[in-house]
């Protein structure tokens, strides 16, 4: 009989599975941090994680743990190489979420070129001669460079072509290993890439440091627009606000932080051209149900000696 520990919320679609699974038990807890769950880790065969940290010290106390099920994509919170050298695979939910992180993304880049706030401010709290400075604008024929060419970036290109934009992406592991077919060509490189840009989409992996900092801003158009569906710690949050503040870009929208919670003190806060969401790119309603029956499936898949090879992300057999 496999223990399984949930951690964090699960939409009751996936509960469901879980309370008609045979040969399981399972329980939950909530919670944000890895104190919420580390004094139950040592009973749990199987752990099915969404956010939370998952690091090596409570790695060390999960004597029984076999496998790990994120509850995601990402999983920058898990040591994946203390995981890995205990001989536990780590499954992601696969390429289901997309579609709503790239809506997202549309979203932010809407409201940013047309400056959403100062509308919205402009009707509640006047002036309402606003409209007439004309600082509204459009991104219709614009210029859209994509950073990070994966799943999400694809579904983005796709989902801007109606608006007849121009299209290009950044995407040095893509660029190494093989560019996907289709129209939109890599640029020669990132400064290229952000001089020419209208707008830039941010779906690339945390790096070690910023890759937008104050000198890529400093390279970008005063009329572009960037928005950041991916990681914090990608965009420099200081730069950012220099940035906007005087001027040396139009508009940001961030659905992302470093760190998460951002602080009450983080300088993008005050400003009135750019807009904020708490992480949530990926957290609909139907994305929610999604995530969470195909995370449970994959705890199913495993234990039954069923699941797909591809969806674990640290090279670990399942044969062992």
Sequence with gaps: MAHVLVVGSLHPSAIAMLDAAEGITYELTDGTTEDCYAHRIGDADVLLIRTQPFTADTIAKAAKLRFVSRHGVGYDSVDLPALTSRGIPLSIVGDINSGGVAEHAVML?????KLALRADAAVRKGPWEWRNTLEAGEITGKNLLILGYGRIGQRLARLTVGFDMTIRAYDPYLSAKGWPAGDVAPVASLEDGLAWADIVSIHAPK???????ARELAAMKSTA???????GGIVDEHALADALRTGQIRAAGMDVFEPEPPLSDNPLFGLDNVLLSPHIAGLTHEGSERLGIHSVQNVLDFLAGKLDPALVVNGVSLDG
């Design 207 to 213: 790096p070690e440091k910023p890759l937008i900092g």
């Design 109 to 113: 880049m809407l409201a940013s070129v």
């Design 225 to 231: 627009v960037i928005v950041n569906t991916s990681r």
